[in-house]
Each structure stands twice: as C-alpha cells, then as structure tokens.
C-alpha cells in the first residue's frame, strides 16, 4: 500500500470516530414503538456514553412520571413502586429519556400506549340457598377481567349487614358457621387491579332452616279416622235429603 492511501484511511478512520462521538447512540430497549403496556413494567435504555451518572425520565403529561431517577441502575427503572402516577389511561404518550456523564448528554423518544382500563367484577353462585350452618355450603365461581392482575375481596353479610365471613380466594367456599343466620344474606365481591381501580359486584343468597327444625302438622290414625267418618255422615245425609225431596216431588206428580 502507497504511503498516501495509508494516511488517506488513517485520516478517513479518524474522521469517522471523531463524528460517531457526536451522535447520540442512545437506545429505548422498553416498551418497543407504540407498545400498549400496563401494570408493573420494566422500562430500559442501552446508553452509549461511558461512565454514566444518570437518566432521567419523562412522559406527555397525561402519563407523567413526575421527573423519575434513578440512581443505582441509571439505565432502567421499574415503576412498581408508584403505579399510580404512572399508569392512567393513555392512549399514545412520549417518553422521554435523557443521559449524562460529565462532559456529554444523549436523548431518545419513543411512543407507547397505556392500557389499565377499570376491572369487570362478575361472579355466579352454585346455588342460591343453603340450609344454616350447612357443611355443603355455597361456593361462588368468578369471571372478573381486568388488564393487570387484580386481587379479590369476598364478603359474606347476613341481612342486618353483620358481617359472617371474608376471603381473598379467587374461588371460596362458604359453610358452616359462615351460613349461620338465617333470611337473606348478601355476598360481594370487591376486584382491584395493580393501581388501586376496583369494581364491585354482589348476589343474594337465603338461608334456611334445616328440614328437621321446620314445624310440621301430624296427625293420629284416630283423627284420621274421625275425618272419615265425618265425610261418610254427611254424604249420608245428603242421600237422606234427597231421597226425601224424591218421594215428595213423585206425591205432587199424582
């Protein structure tokens, strides 16, 4: 190689570093373009500045992060400490992340949606009686939907609003002593998803008494009896009327 080509590609290289230098290398990882997020997430950057001190981090303001750093891993943060301010209904918003190190700083946007909707409370019951303090109980099925995970918030009333039973199960039984009074209790369900929107449903259930408590009229073979004979002295009686009325009416005929 000539001696000028050697030095023309040296100074070409040169050139093409000391340019690269200038452009920002700064790269949003998460979310991708117009990815609609919801709940906890993970947002992330790659920087290309060496030694960085930090990033900071902004939206539009219908999704704002309320000037968001972070200090120990500068290049990626999750908001699940504070969902709240992050994740309200936003159909597109701009995120904004700025990088720094001592001498030099690199921005990058990118575009995303935010989904967190209100949850739909639903639930339906296998029955909706049950006998007092019934083993077999009364077991509700839900089909709440939500775009994050939600939680569930089961309460058991009876009919003055005293409460009998709770649970967070997804799917609980009540038995036993939950259905210990009697009449019309009410079940609600309470559904929350990961930033505090809720939705509430209910159905009523009633309470009975137990077969072997329920007051029942009997009645002696000897009223029995007595009943029928009754019945069978005034059928006679009636043929004894009419036979009568009978013989008169035939009398006038003659």
Same mark, same amino acid.
């Given at each position: 190689?000539?001696?000028?080509? !050697? ?7 040169? *050139?093409?570093?000391?340019?690269? #230098? ?6 949003? @990882?998460?979310?991708?373009?117009? =990815?609609?997020? %919801?709940?906890?997430?993970?947002? @992330? ?8 001190? &930090? ?14 750093? &972070?200090?120990?891993? =500068?290049?990626?943060?999750? &908001?699940?400490? %504070?969902t709240s301010l992050l994740l309200t209904n936003a159909h597109l918003t701009t995120l904004t992340v700025v990088c720094k190190n +001592? ?12 989904? %967190? ?10 029955? @909706?009686?049950?006998?007092? &303090?019934s083993l077999f109980g009364i077991s509700p099925t839900q089909s709440s939907t939500g775009v994050t995970t939600i939680t569930y ?21 009540? =038995?036993?002593? +939950?259905?210990?009074? !009697?009449? /019309? %209790?009410?079940?609600?369900?309470? *559904?929350?998803?990961?930033? #505090?929107?809720? +939705? ?16 029942? *009229? ?5 009223? @029995? ?11 006679? *009686? /009636? ?16």
């Amino acid at each position: 190689m000539k001696k000028r080509d !050697l030095i023309f590609s040296i100074t070409t290289l040169f *050139v093409l570093v000391f340019m690269l #230098s200038f452009v920002s290398s700064l790269t949003i @990882n998460t979310p991708t373009s117009s =990815q609609a997020i %919801n709940g906890t997430f993970l947002f @992330n950057v790659t920087s290309g500045l060496t030694a960085v001190q &930090n990033c900071t981090w902004s939206t539009t303001a219908n999704a704002n992060f309320a000037f968001t750093k &972070n200090a120990s891993v =500068q290049t990626e943060f999750t &908001n699940s400490t %504070n969902t709240s301010l992050l994740l309200t209904n936003a159909h597109l918003t701009t995120l904004t992340v700025v990088c720094k190190n +001592d001498s030099d700083s690199e921005t990058a946007t990118r575009s995303f949606s935010i989904d %967190n909707s209100d949850p739909t409370c639903a639930f339906t019951l296998d029955k @909706n009686f049950a006998e007092v &303090n019934s083993l077999f109980g009364i077991s509700p099925t839900q089909s709440s939907t939500g775009v994050t995970t939600i939680t569930y918030v089961w309460n058991l009333t009876d009919s003055t609003g005293v409460q009998m039973a709770t649970s967070t199960s997804a799917s609980p039984t009540f =038995q036993g002593g +939950d259905l210990g009074s !009697l009449g /019309l %209790n009410n079940i609600t369900l309470t *559904v929350t998803n990961e930033v #505090s929107k809720f +939705d509430v449903c209910s159905e009523t259930i009633d309470i009975l008494a137990k077969k072997s408590e329920i007051p029942t *009229v009997t009645t002696s073979k000897s009223s @029995n009896l007595y009943i029928l004979l009754l019945i069978g002295f005034l059928f006679l *009686v /009636l043929v004894i009327v009419f036979l009568v009325l009978l013989g008169k009416s035939k009398k006038k005929k003659r």
